[in-house]
């Protein structure tokens, strides 16, 4: 069972091919550098970018599996949550194939192809099934540049949200942060090499919402403004005072994801978590959600590769392999009513499916 799988929701133009939870390929053109200026993704030049690179990276995908298109069994596509104008192109191209080919199709969520992206395995794995038939009930955490939320996944397919973010997503939030020392980016990655020169303790940022998790909100604005402040007050920036200012506002911000984390862990006994998203590519967040889970002896799950970290359309061929599974395509006949939906939440189905 191949399935070719694309997803444009921001600004990773991607495709895949996987093979049950195997990944054969996976192709990811990043637009980061083109929307640095900005500071954020700029939506009308990401669709345009995405239209220039979707034959590109659909077509790498299929040869770099050595696969021809024809050995394709079903066509996948993230339909959100995302930027509607992103979304559209990755749609439009994957019902262009279906049809074509008349295969299949099934529209994933990008949330659940995060979540999910802890299953992938390497082609050369000789692994066919996910070892996580045991590993249910999980919680994950899906920190990314457009969202931040913990998960409850009683199984494949059926999803809970325990906790969402009321403003910035956590790797907005640091991309922010990056941009006010002048870091470029995306600035997660570079925060995080600024922050390991640093001191957190130098600066006194607030740990956002404490005190208050039981509320189970993430909410990144008011130390987003607190660090603005403080920033203006240490200008002139010497390398010390952005080593320490970065690893202060990573310190504080990763506090607050702990803080949820082990909240929702009192409630919840769970075998597993899944740690995805973007920002799960970061070392230090690794290391102190590891040591949660060692503490409560639940097995810590996170991506083989970053490649499945950041946006990537191999979680979104693994998703859609056991909606697959469930039967859960769209036909030749349907298929106009398949839609973007940007704000596509991962407990709900999507209009269609109703
Ligand atoms: O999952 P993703 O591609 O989501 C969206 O594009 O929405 O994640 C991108 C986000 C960016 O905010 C980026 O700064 C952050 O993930 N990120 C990191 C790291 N690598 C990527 N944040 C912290 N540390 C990293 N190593």
């Known amino acids: 069972m191949k399935i070719l799988a694309i997803d444009t929701s921001t600004d990773e133009t991607a495709a895949a091919v996987t093979q049950g939870i195997k990944v054969l390929s996976n192709i990811i053109w990043s637009q980061a550098s083109l929307h640095a200026k900005w500071g954020g993704v700029y939506p009308s030049?990401?669709?345009?970018?995405?239209?220039?690179?979707?034959?590109?990276?659909?077509?790498?995908?299929?040869?770099?599996?050595?696969?021809?298109?024809?050995?394709?069994?079903?066509?996948?596509?993230?339909?959100?949550?995302?930027?509607a104008v992103a979304i559209e192109v990755g749609l439009a191209k994957a019902k262009k194939i279906s049809l074509l080919l008349n295969k299949p199709f099934i529209a994933i969520n990008h949330v659940e192809g995060h979540?999910?992206?802890?299953?992938?395995?390497?082609?050369?794995?000789?692994?066919?099934?996910?070892?996580?038939?045991?590993?249910?009930?999980?919680?994950?955490l899906?920190?990314?540049?457009?969202?931040?939320?913990l998960v409850l996944i009683m199984r494949v397919g059926t999803y809970e949200i325990l906790a969402h973010t009321i403003d910035d997503a956590l790797g907005e939030a640091l991309d922010k942060a990056a941009r006010m020392l002048g870091l470029g980016y995306p600035g997660g990655p570079i925060l995080e090499i600024m922050a390991k020169e640093g001191d957190p303790k130098t600066y006194n940022l607030p740990i956002p919402m404490l005190g208050k998790e039981n509320r189970s909100r993430f909410s990144y604005s008011g130390i987003k403004t607190a660090m603005y402040k403080l920033v203006q007050n240490e200008q002139p920036l010497t390398k010390e005072k952005i080593h320490n200012l970065a690893a202060s506002f990573q310190d504080k911000t990763f506090q607050h994801v702990e803080r949820l984390i082990r909240k929702v862990l009192e409630t919840y006994k769970v075998k597993?978590?899944?740690?995805?998203?973007?920002?799960?590519?970061n070392i230090e967040l690794r290391k102190r959600i590891r040591k949660i889970c060692n503490e409560r002896e639940i097995i810590l799950s996170i991506p083989y590769s970053k490649k499945l970290c950041t946006d990537n359309a191999a979680m979104i061929g693994i998703a859609a392999n056991f909606k697959f599974q469930r039967g859960e395509i769209v036909t030749s006949t349907n298929l106009d009513l398949v839609d973007r939906v940007p704000r596509a939440r991962v407990d709900k189905k999507f209009p269609w499916e109703k």
Do not use: Y
């Open 115 to 140: 979540l999910l992206s802890v299953l992938a395995k390497p082609k050369t794995s000789r692994q066919q099934r996910p070892k996580d038939i045991v590993g249910f009930p999980a919680i994950g």
């Open 45 to 83: 030049l990401a669709k345009r970018v995405h239209l220039e690179r979707i034959d590109w990276v659909v077509s790498k995908a299929l040869s770099s599996a050595k696969c021809e298109a024809d050995n394709i069994n079903a066509i996948a596509v993230g339909t959100g949550p995302g930027l």
């Open 272 to 281: 597993e978590f899944f740690l995805t998203g973007g920002v799960s590519a």
């Open 142 to 149: 899906v920190a990314s540049g457009g969202t931040t939320q």
